[in-house]
């Protein structure tokens, strides 16, 4: 089985809502920025998968028809915050498969500002098996956001476990403008004091407003090509997707009293521990990673469930410095969900521009040195966890 090369990737300065451009015009700029990239022509590529949330169906194919009308197959995907990285997987597959030689993935996302809420309000949940349960764990609060309570329950789950204070969460979100302001694409770019998080507005547990990463509209795209590709042509392929891995949720989801559970640390711990067998690495060989930090408890659990630390160690490794820049690995680079913004169907493929960079040597001020093998976590509640392990070919 050949392993999928990342030919050309690109990616749109991301904008809050009521400030970009139509979402099939994002979606065309950034596919003529990855052709553009790898050094392909639009009739080169054999299938496209297209990731959004909020478009209705065939959006991937009116903003495909923009760059061109050539027949092939589009597949519109959509795993809600997972959605990008889920039309990656897919590319991926293709490629490994033999069934293509040069596939496209792209994501992209037109939001509203506020926060997430359901949109078909005439209907049945589609979460119904997770709020129910988030219900019977939290009980019902409608002063909150629906979502930061999910992940702010999460956040006081693993406060009850291991007496996590609330200041360690909102260091997180210092971190991220740090690394962000090194991007010039990412949306939230100045510093941020930790006394400016914590006495922010406060949203439902440890979390506070400038814990929550912002609504934002934007695209992304990439370009998958095979070794015999890529030398038929004389394109760089000098970075491989050396594993990856799709779950879904597991029966702890729903049948224990966990919060974490509930947001996916299970899908998170399991989809890892397969790239990491696929692969024969572990978390001690990677330099850089792009993980999904949609508020700051999920950065922080994440870090245990992808094993960057041991269980319960997530205190010292953020108060040590070890997320950052000279400590065990650069978490979030781009500045992650938190500063960059998250136009749901384009951040997967948003983590993958990062990454590709990253391992290019081509990161600019946000260059982590030494760079091997990066991994990518790109969570979507309902749900879908896809991690992705990238190494130089």
Known sequence: MVKARIAGVGMIPFAKPGQSEDWDVMAEKAIWLALADAGVSYDQIQQAYAGYVYADSTAGQSAAYRVGCTGIPIVNVNNNCSTGST????????????????????????????????????????????????????????????????????????????????????????????????????????????????????????????????????????????????????????????????????????????????????????????????????????????LHDCFTANELISYEALGLCPEGGAEAYIRDGRNSYGGDHVTNPSGGLLSKGHPLGATGLAQCYELTNQLRGTADARQVEGMKFSLQHNLGLGGACVVTLYGKA
């Open 87 to 290: 039309a990656l997987y897919l590319a991926r597959q293709m490629i490994e498969a033999g069934a293509a030689d040069c596939v496209l993935a792209f994501g992209f996302e037109q939001m509203l500002p506020g926060a997430l809420g359901a949109v078909f309000n005439d209907r049945k949940r589609t979460l119904d098996h997770h709020l129910t349960r988030q219900e019977a764990i939290l009980g019902q609060d409608d002063a909150s956001p629906l979502v930061a309570q999910q992940f702010g329950g999460a956040g006081l789950d693993y406060q009850q476990r291991y007496g996590t204070s609330d200041e360690v969460f909102g260091m997180i979100s210092v971190k991220a403008r740090r690394h962000a302001a090194n991007n010039p694409l990412a949306l939230l770019r100045a510093p941020i004091t930790l006394d400016e998080v914590m006495e922010s507005k406060h949203l439902y547990g440890p979390l506070t407003r400038f814990q929550a990463c912002p609504p934002t509209c934007g695209a992304a795209a990439a370009v998958l090509v095979s070794p015999g590709f890529a030398a038929k042509h004389g394109l760089r392929a000098d970075v491989e997707i050396a594993a990856q891995a799709m779950t879904t949720d597991y029966a702890a989801t729903f049948d224990g009293g966990s919060m974490m559970s509930v947001v996916g640390y299970e899908m998170t711990r399991e989809a890892a521990r397969s790239v990491y067998a696929q692969a024969g690495v572990g978390p001690d060989d990677i330099q850089a990673v792009e």
